[in-house]
């Protein structure tokens, strides 16, 4: 049987011929009545209690379970941020190799074409200088030579005078030879 207080005030006890006292056993289940209300609120309070923790662990669980759901996200995330940074580093680091292969590449063609021109401009220059040598030779023999008088022909139409011998209006080299130092001369006009 569940005791209430209720039930324990009201409980009804038989009399016999040298029975209890009625007043000490009412006053005895006046206390008990009262203790037994006493420990049924305090039971209630301790289980309303009882169900708040429950409620607040049921909270603590979800939120521990979203923290470490958002905990496993981030180090999800973070492993692939961390692969997607060496990924792009890695795809920067051959950008920049065939960069600098490629201006390595430009850089030995350029030097290879300047090289070129180099040796074309050198073989121009021995060339020029060449001819500029045998120019100057050519004039140098032609100043030394002596000068030859040039017969001048009056045509049959025109009166037949006499023919006569004219020099030309140039004057005569020495007639000892010089020796013309051309190589000289064309570093001088260099």
């Not at 324990?8 to 056993?25: A, C, M, S």
């Amino acid at each position: 049987m569940k005791f209430s207080p209720y039930s324990i005030k009201n409980q009804e006890f038989n009399k016999t011929v040298r029975g209890y006292d009625k007043e000490e056993v009412r006053a005895f289940l006046e206390k008990l009545s009262d203790e037994v209300e006493s420990l049924q609120a305090e039971n209630e309070s301790l289980n309303k209690k009882v169900e708040e923790l429950n409620q607040q662990i049921k909270e603590f669980r979800r939120i521990e379970k979203n923290l470490q759901n958002t905990l496993l996200n981030a180090t999800e995330s973070s492993t692939k941020a961390v692969e997607s940074a060496k990924k792009q580093t890695a795809l920067l680091i051959k950008e920049a190799e065939l960069k600098s292969t490629q201006i390595v590449e430009k850089a030995k063609e350029e030097a290879d074409y300047i090289r070129e021109s180099v040796l074309k401009l050198r073989e121009e220059k021995r060339l020029l200088l060449a001819k500029l040598k045998s120019m100057i030779e050519t004039q140098a023999q032609l100043l030394e030579m002596d000068i030859i008088p040039i017969p001048i022909e009056e045509k049959e139409d025109e009166k037949p005078a006499v023919k006569e011998n004219i020099d030309l209006p140039v004057t005569k080299i020495k007639e000892e030879k010089t020796d013309l130092d051309i190589d000289n001369i064309v570093e001088k006009l260099l």
